[in-house]
């Protein structure tokens, strides 16, 4: 059974930085995209950031480029987000998802992503 567990959400100051996990299980992550999405309470779901996991090509949304990095560990099937100079903007619920990708650069959009994580929060507040 695929599954993704999202993990390292918290509470942070303004400035700081937080890593988030994300862990998947019953398939193997170097044959898909593995995408990172928020979603603030009154708000949609927003892609912000992609990577392919075969070669590690990435896309990120402009609201986090240069803040945000995504990363992979094909050995754990594990996929990074790294987090830094956090906005309260950012608090949000934080969710990775999966859809199999070989060719071609990952999509922000969430209708491409078959396989969803339960989320963690991250709030960013002094």
């Known amino acids: 059974q695929l599954q993704l567990v999202e993990s390292g959400g918290g509470l942070v100051q303004p400035g700081g930085s937080l890593r988030l996990s994300c862990a998947g299980s019953?398939?193997?992550?170097?044959?898909?995209?593995i995408g990172w999405f928020r979603q603030a309470p009154g708000k949609e779901r927003e892609g912000i950031s992609c990577?392919?996991?075969?070669?590690?090509?990435?896309n990120y949304a402009d609201s986090v480029k240069g803040r945000f990095t995504v990363s992979r560990d094909n050995a754990k099937n594990t996929v990074y987000l790294q987090m830094n100079s956090l906005k309260p903007e950012d608090t949000a619920v934080y969710y990775c998802?999966?859809?199999?990708?070989?060719?071609?650069?990952?999509?922000?959009?969430?209708?491409?992503?078959?396989?969803w994580g339960q989320g963690t929060q991250v709030t960013v507040s002094s």
């Open positions: 998802a999966a859809y199999s990708l070989m060719y071609g650069t990952c999509v922000l959009s969430p209708d491409f992503y078959h396989f």
């Open positions: 019953g398939f193997n992550t170097a044959s898909y995209a």
């Open positions: 990577i392919r996991s075969r070669d590690g090509i990435t």
